[in-house]
């Protein structure tokens, strides 16, 4: 077993840069998911590190080893597919044999045995003797990682293995990955576009935008203390609030509203005029009247009920901007209400225009 590292990995496809100057360290037995749009860069990363793909510039160690140029069989790397690319004319027990046999020279009896206690793991004993045609989605999810788990590997790349299942069993399998994961402790890169999948599996979260690393940290500091704009818009359902503002002094201006804010917030923001203010849904509250300055007059458009919250969707009086607010699904709020939204500072975020 052993980490990951990744050394200013580059790849250029012609004129395109799918992956630009990415550096970080995956510790071992850790699950680090890869988050991040259609297109940012994730499978190319995933296959780098899996020796599908060539790197343009950079490096990849794993533990004290080099594997950038190492051939994918010798690089003690299990992949899982969002396809399962399970072989269709071999049983279950075949499909999950086959690694193996290529890569061990283990006995024919060692293997069994092999197969038998990762198929109980998984919870896949009685099937065993099927073909992969003949096993649901989730069945075949299972084989498709028992196929990784059974080759005992020092990394685990997965590539949005659960997405061609239904809700339910998404979730479910969410778990049970999580599961099998901590119990195997084998370091463990997981891709998905998903940022409530990445937010609840991941050790650390990896979030990518264009081919570069906006940042990597736990889920909660990705959701309390966001690296950038682009960060702080992808982590979080339903997505933050974002406003443009201007700043003169300690005063914030918005489209129909001000904003004003405390000394050292202020004094923080040095020279930065052109800001943008954000504010997560959830820290949006309604309050009967305004008492301070962050209390902002509002009008209630779409109220989305979500069961125990509702999303509700707000102006400002004048009409301008459109913002959401999560509150208590207990709370009776109607279209087209007149409102008092409180949007405390200390849940503000702020981000430079500039710079994002
Ligand atoms: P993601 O997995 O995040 O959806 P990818 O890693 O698949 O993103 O792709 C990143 C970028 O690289 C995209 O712009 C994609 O079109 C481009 N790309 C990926 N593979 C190839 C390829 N074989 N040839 C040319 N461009 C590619």
């Known amino acids: 077993m052993a980490g990951l590292t990744l050394n200013h990995v580059t790849k250029r496809f012609e004129d395109v840069v799918a992956v630009d100057d990415v ?60 396809s399962y690319a399970l072989y269709p004319h071999m049983t279950v027990r075949g499909n999950m044999r086959f690694g193996l046999e290529e890569s061990t020279d283990l006995s024919d009896e060692e293997i069994d045995a092999r197969v ?27 084989v498709a990682l028992g196929r990784a788990i059974v080759r005992d590997p020092a990394v685990f790349l997965m ?34 576009h998903d940022q409530t999948e990445a937010m609840t599996m991941g050790d650390r979260i990896a ?7 906006m940042q990597v940290g736990t889920p909660l500091e990705c959701y309390h203390a966001p690296a950038n704009e682009f ?45 943008t203010l954000g504010v997560r849904p959830e820290d949006v509250s309604f309050v009967p009247s305004a008492d301070g300055p962050h209390d902002l007059p509002a009008v209630t458009g779409v109220v989305e009920p979500m069961g125990n919250e ?28 007149h409102v008092v939204a409180r949007v405390p500072e200390a849940a503000i975020h702020l981000f430079d225009r500039e710079t994002g």
């Not at 979030?207 to 690393?213: A, I, K, Q």
């Not at 960060?231 to 997505?239: H, K, T």
Request: overall charge negative; proline content about 3%; charged content about 30%.
């Open 116 to 142: 038998e206690e990762t198929a109980a793991k998984l919870d896949i004993e009685e099937l065993l003797d099927r073909r992969p045609g003949e096993l649901s989605g989730g069945q075949q999810q299972r």
């Open 23 to 82: 550096s970080m360290d995956i510790d071992d037995g850790e699950f680090l998911v890869l988050v991040g749009p259609s297109g940012c860069g994730k499978s190319t990363t995933l296959r780098m590190i899996a020796g599908l793909e060539t790197l343009t510039e950079g490096d990849i160690d794993l533990g004290e080893r080099s594997i950038a140029h190492a051939k994918p069989a010798d690089r003690d790397i299990a992949m899982v597919f969002q």
């Open 310 to 337: 509702n999303n509700v969707h707000l102006t400002f009086p004048d009409g301008s901007e459109e913002f959401v607010a999560t509150v208590d699904g207990m709370e009776h709020v109607e279209r087209d209400q």
């Open 231 to 275: 960060v702080a818009g992808f982590i979080g359902e339903p997505s933050m609030n974002f406003f443009a503002v201007e700043r003169e002094g300690d005063t914030l201006t918005g489209d129909g509203f001000e904003y004003p804010l405390s000394n050292d917030v202020a004094t923080d923001l040095g020279e930065t005029r052109r800001l």
């Open 207 to 213: 979030v990518l935008n264009d081919g570069e690393l």
């Open 159 to 192: 590539d949005e293995p659960l997405s061609n299942l239904d809700a339910k069993l998404r979730s479910q399998m969410r778990t049970e990955l999580q599961r099998l994961q901590e119990e195997l402790a084998v370091t463990t890169v997981y891709v998905t």
